[in-house]
């Protein structure tokens, strides 16, 4: 099993920035694929943004396209989420997430999620 983290959220302007980071123990970090969700109030978790396990290659949920930008560092075992011109919308609690074996949107039974972190974007 792994272990995640995150940290980074907070209370921003529109138009503002913030950067999320999840830090991961436990398990071999490079085993993993990654991603962020998100939930806002009301709403399904859904996926932000994604990275393969080497970092070689990325995915995008439509909404945050050109605005987010996901990245890892394996010998530090954290992933990253850059977040820039924020928008009230993107309220939500950010989770960070691991899988094992699969790619997203699809997630295995080797799937760990870490507890969240607040966003709040103010208009």
């Known amino acids: 099993q792994v272990h995640l983290e995150e940290s980074g959220g907070g209370l921003v302007q529109a138009g503002g920035s913030l950067r999320l980071s999840c830090a991961a123990s436990g398990r071999v970090f490079s085993n993993y694929a990654m991603g962020w969700f998100r939930q806002a109030p009301g709403k399904e978790r859904e996926i932000v943004a994604a990275?393969?396990?080497?970092?070689?290659?990325?995915y995008y949920s439509a909404f945050v396209k050109g605005r987010f930008t996901i990245s890892r560092d394996n010998g530090k075992n954290t992933v990253y989420l850059q977040m820039n011109n924020l928008k009230p919308e993107d309220t939500a609690v950010y989770y960070c997430?691991?899988?094992?074996?699969?790619?997203?949107?699809?997630?295995?039974?080797?799937?760990?999620w870490g507890q969240g972190t607040q966003v709040t974007v103010s208009s």
């Open positions: 997430n691991a899988e094992m074996y699969l790619w997203y949107p699809t997630r295995g039974p080797y799937n760990y």
């Open positions: 990275i393969t396990r080497t970092g070689s290659s990325t």
